[in-house]
């Protein structure tokens, strides 16, 4: 920060905005939480409300969709940095859900679509009026036009026709019994400045997501590990190879990418030059079509 | 680096995804998959070329009737700077939606093509712009390719488009000629047009000085939130947290907290990350007071030789956005800075013909995307300033307080 100039760098600006949001969400709506997957926009964003609300603790908790299909590393990471914290972790998990009967297995395995009706019912049985997620503009085209404050009814869906205009820096989070806010204070970020703020503000990240050694297959073109959620199907030869993570979701459809990168630098060094998108790269979920994600996310969606 | 925000005006006709593609494609922005499946669209459209308009045009309903609904947010970089561009569409029904791209710009790109020099749409987007106050404004003359790269052309534009902006209130304007399509003038100068002798688009985007654009003079900071630890460590912490929207705040300023009028001095401005020495707009820090005063979310703290105004009649130019109109009579919530309160829309002085700039006296109502100036009685003061004077202690929203939807944008001129 160049104070002479009184201009902010473009991730001091970023920071004082999303402060400002969690802050905003915090003083206008009752009962918010925070989506914490234990990925790496959901890491920064847990740094960013424990900076709006120092040095007082953040008033909310935090809450896990659990697939049950996780990585390991990232189940862990989660736990240890809940309790460092010291907030509350609410679990809405999704086996759980299936042994209740609320959802039912895909056929083709993925939890990624059931998990909404999980996400849903936690909703409301917390009586959750705000949502943080840890979404960006930049991930994907249905992204790039919702807005920080984006409107819920009380079925969980997004209108993308019929959205709230947001001017200046005045969100409107005002909302009726049932209804719901989900708010992305990370909206105006991009991959490479979530990288950067990693880097600047020393955040310890699941060690996936820095190359490793990992036992894959190569299937539609990406690479998947092999472990109890994803096996190779015939034809589907395995091999050993220097791999990481770009992004972090349901592991029996979250592909790696092949990487060197094993510090920060590296990393950061890797996105500038990357030309993939990190969901094209590694997202078997939005491959399905054109408009998939405006499609789960009408449905109540993250 | 810094971050530059700025908003695109213009049709698909004037080449403005076209632009926006460019500028995208060559800062590396666009990535492979996401070509890819643009080509792939275009080629199950049967395009003749690619359209680089699906980058930007997300929403299933936009893509089927080839049209920009909404605010489309881009991101790109340069080794210099950030950019964040709002894509707005450019015809009149989407004038809220240029109005929401704009109320965050530093920069506005208004395109017009050569061919067809200024048109009606042109003065609107210009004048949408001024009354924003965007403080920087870019005519980008495109389809230059198409007028054999004339000088003459260029500058009939130029000379039309500046006397129509003294008109207005434009701070900063440049004109650039170029070719979207095929880059003359987008990220280096042209060839093709060796008596253009100013910069390049990306060369202006990059290098335009926007640091003396925040008010820096009037401290306004809203009191956002107020933190007090329930620890032990900390049982007395008190302290403002807020984002702050103009001036510079030091520790040690005398300071007037409003509307109570209390006085007292900053004890020190705070951060996680340590104390700081100044602050200023948008920094989000927070503020603990030499003395104990009863404060609150939506209050003010200032200088106390100068002030915003503490008023509740409001005159401010509005932009409708909702499809039931504005009249005199109404009640409507509003949200100005962090303080919410009602309002009474008493009067609607004139509605403005946003094409001609004329004005309006006799009409009754503002339909959607109207603008108009307009008089309101709030139910608490606000702690308001003029917008040209401050952008974010200037604006406001208006929200209905059945349907809880944002149906307005306020600009204010005055208040007391």
Redesign the interface.
Known sequence: MT?H??????L??????A??VF??V??ELERPVLLFSGGKDSIVMLRLA????????MPFPVMHVDTGHNFPEVLEFRDRRVAELGVNLVVASVPDAIERGLVAEEPNGSRNRIQTPVLLEAVEKHRFSALFGGAR??E??????ERVFSFRDDFGQWD??N????????Y?G???LGESIRVFPL??W?E??VWHYIQREEIAVPSIYYAHQREVFERDGMLFANNEFCRPREGETTFVTTVRYRTVGDASLTAAVRSDADTVEKVIEEVAA????ER??TRGDDRVS??AM??RKKEGYF | ???LRFATAGSVDDGKSTLIGRLLFDS?AI????LE?VER?SQQRGDEYTDLSL???????E?EQGIT???????F?TPR??F?IADTPGHIQYT??M??GA??ADLAIVLVDARKGMVEQSRRHAFLVSLLRVPHLVLAVNKMDLVDWSQEVFEGIEKEFSSFATKLDVPDLTVVPISALHGDNIVSRSPNMPWYEGPSLLHHLEHVH??SD?N?VDVRFPV??V?????LQ?TD?RAY???VAGG?LKAGDEVMVLPSGFTTRIAGIE???GPV??A?A???V?VRLEDEIDIS?GDMICRPHNQPAVAQDIDAMVCW?AETPLAPGQKL?I??T?RSARALVKELQYRLDVNSLHRDDTATQLGLNDIGRVRLRTTVPLLADEYRRN??TG???L?DEAT???VG?GMITSAS
């Open positions: 104070i100039e009184y201009q902010l760098s473009q001091d600006y970023l920071e004082a905005e402060v400002h802050r905003e915090a003083a424990e900076k709006a609300f120092w040095p007082a603790p503009r930049d994907e085209k249905a992204r790039a036009k993308p026709k959205q709230r205009p947001e001017l200046w820096n005045l409107n005002r909302i009726h909206s105006n991009t490479l400045d990357t030309r993939l998108t094209g790269a054109e408009a405006e499609d | 680096m810094d971050l590396k990535f492979t998959d996401q499946s669209t980058l930007t045009d997300g929403l299933r309903a893509r609904i909404d605010v489309a947010y881009r991101y970089a700077r950030k964040i809220r939606n109005v929401t109320s965050t926007i640091a925040r820096l956002q939130y933190i007090r630890p329930q620890s900390r912490y947290a807020g984002q510079v951060t996680a990350d020495g100044e200023f948008p920094m989000s927070t979310r956005m919530a949200k100005h962090t952008r974010q604006g406001f929203i929200i809880n939807r944002t944008a």
